[in-house]
């Protein structure tokens, strides 16, 4: 089983301040998720990676492969974008997502 | 389309009763899998489908039964309820690449095992 370390754990920032919260695993993998879990709510998907970056509005994932890295970063970053985010992988002889704790982000007016 | 629906949205069971969750999707996706999220932990599989008559198990399947007769549903069954099981079930789904692919979540169960 791979590991799926998260950093940081815990994050608060100001409103408009750049965030990024970074995700490191252990094995091969074909493709890395980035989800979004607000208090008490359900989870959404932000990106999938295979390769290379994804932009969303704000968001901008990335993903090197051969240093096994992925960041998830947040430009001029606002209260609503406080919530938890999980990085999973796909293992490349896996069956399932293994997932990392989360990151619990707080941003501040 | 409602995508992905789980019920109840909170149960408390006393220790040894059963009960199922249910989990629908309405997007023909082949893969779902139900996870439980306990705190300080990531989400853990539980057991997965890729398609109608197809399961098998995630990482700790322990205490839980899982059947799958049509794509739409895949419930979740806890044959004799343990304080263990004290968790938030997640159920997902995805397609076509099942993991290399958008996954989408219910909004969770959260069940109290008394």
């Known amino acids: 089983k791979n590991e799926v370390e998260q950093s940081p754990q815990n994050l608060t920032a100001q409103e408009g301040e750049f965030i990024t919260i970074n995700c490191s695993y252990s094995?091969?993998?074909?493709?890395l998720h980035w989800l979004q879990q607000h208090p008490g709510g359900g989870i959404v998907s932000l990106f999938m990676?295979?390769?290379g970056k994804k932009k969303h509005g704000r968001l901008i994932a990335t993903i090197n492969i051969q240093e096994k890295h992925s960041s998830l970063h947040i430009t001029a970053s606002h209260p609503r974008d406080s919530a938890v985010y999980i990085c999973?992988?796909?293992?490349?002889?896996?069956?399932?997502?293994?997932f990392g704790k989360g990151t619990s982000l707080l941003v501040t007016p | 389309n409602a995508g992905v629906t789980q019920t109840p949205k909170f149960q408390v069971l006393k220790t040894g009763q059963s009960m199922t969750l249910q989990c629908a999707q309405d997007?023909?996706?082949?893969?779902m899998s139900w996870y439980r999220q306990d705190p300080g932990m990531g989400l853990r599989l539980i057991h997965y489908?890729?398609?109608?008559?197809?399961?098998d198990q995630g990482e700790v399947p322990n205490g839980y039964n899982v059947s799958r007769s049509t794509t739409e549903d895949f419930p979740l069954r806890l044959l004799s309820a343990a304080p263990s099981q004290t968790s938030v079930y997640f159920c997902?789904?995805?397609?076509?690449?099942?993991?290399?692919?958008?996954?989408?979540f219910g909004p969770g169960t959260r069940l109290t095992v008394l």
């Open positions: 997902a789904s995805s397609s076509p690449g099942h993991l290399t692919d958008t996954q989408y």
């Open positions: 094995v091969g993998i074909s493709a």
């Open positions: 990676l295979s390769s």
């Open positions: 999973a992988v796909v293992p490349l002889s896996g069956y399932a997502l293994n």
């Open positions: 997007m023909n996706h082949e893969y």
């Open positions: 489908s890729v398609g109608a008559g197809i399961t």
